[in-house]
């Protein structure tokens, strides 16, 4: 065993944006205009803004180590401004579903689902800054560890030793 403790690096990007990820995917649970719930109402957007969101977790994935896929920060931007402009899209224009002269009001879900995306475009965003916790597990019970002690002072010779002389204060003529 190394004496060096072991870190890991969580990357604070993505873990954003898969936070953002998984609220989105809950938002179209909930309603998004009175009494429909966004799987309800849309068609085939819905099923987009999961995909996203499944893409984005597997980021998150990629990044921890558990899968072995490399992305691109640039490509997790671009999925994240995509769901954030379609879910944009719903709150200004209504879907077929609900428009009309009678159109119903816009219920918690929709607002979830926005709050999510702009997690989902802050994470992807922080993740090409490369912004990362580190993390040192610790056994409980155990002793932090010690810091690093300063280098030990190297002694002068006398001859390099300042001398202190006490002198008498000048004395006016």
């Known amino acids: 065993m190394s004496a060096r403790p072991r870190t890991a690096q969580i990357p604070v ?3 954003i944006a898969a936070i953002g990820a998984i609220l989105l995917i809950v938002s179209l649970f909930l309603d ?12 085939f957007l819905d099923l987009l ?7 984005t977790l597997a980021r998150l994935a990629s990044d921890l180590g558990v899968l072995r896929t490399a ?5 997790a931007l671009v999925l994240a401004v ?8 719903q709150v ?3 879907p077929p579903a609900v428009a009309g002269p009678n159109g119903s009001e816009q219920d918690t879900g929709i607002w979830l689902a926005v709050a999510g995306a702009i997690l989902m475009v802050a994470g992807a965003v922080l993740s090409t800054a490369r912004i ?3 993390v040192e597990p ?3 019970g155990a002793a932090p560890p010690a810091a690093a002690a300063p280098p030990a002072a190297t002694a002068r010779p006398a001859s390099e030793e300042p001398t202190i002389r006490t002198e008498s204060p000048p004395t006016s003529p």
């Open 13 to 15: 990007g993505p873990l």
């Open 32 to 43: 998004w205009y009175e009494n429909l719930s966004g799987f309800t109402v849309f068609e």
């Open 49 to 55: 803004l999961v995909a996203l969101a499944v893409a």
């Open 71 to 75: 992305t691109r920060p640039g490509l």
């Open 82 to 89: 995509l769901a954030l402009l379609i879910v944009l899209s």
């Open 92 to 94: 200004v224009n209504d």
């Open 132 to 134: 990362a916790i580190a």
């Open 138 to 140: 610790r056994t409980r």
